[in-house]
Nanobody, 125 residues
């Protein structure tokens, strides 16, 4: 059974930075596509970033492109989301996701099989 645990969330001022981590246990991390999604109060879960397992291609939503960076460390079985120049509209619960079937759009939650429980990010002065 694959388990994902996010960490690194918190309260940060606008313009600040945070790095989220997602530790994965179980399964074969090296062949998983990894993604980050977020959900703000009253809104649907939205795509943030994804990383292909084999070619390293990264995908970003337009709202975070140029500010966020997704990366992974296969030796540590961990995926990261470096978030810079944070804005109040980035406030949300951030979820890590792992995709084992390699089918569907990277931007859709349907591509991903396993999910973490989320970590809260609040951007406020």
């Amino acid at each position: 059974q694959v388990q994902l645990v996010e960490s690194g969330g918190g309260l940060v001022q606008p313009g600040g930075s945070l790095r989220l981590s997602c530790a994965v246990s179980g399964g074969t991390f090296e062949i998983y596509d990894m993604g980050w999604f977020r959900q703000a109060p009253g809104k649907e879960r939205a795509f943030v970033a994804a990383l292909n397992w084999s070619n390293g291609i990264r995908y970003y939503s337009d709202s975070v492109k140029g500010r966020f960076t997704i990366s992974r460390d296969n030796a540590k079985k961990t995926v990261y989301l470096q978030m810079n120049n944070l804005k109040p509209e980035d406030t949300a619960v951030y979820y890590c996701a792992a995709g084992r079937r390699h089918r569907g759009s990277y931007y859709s939650p349907d591509r991903y099989d396993d999910w973490g429980r989320g970590t809260q990010v609040t951007v406020s002065s």
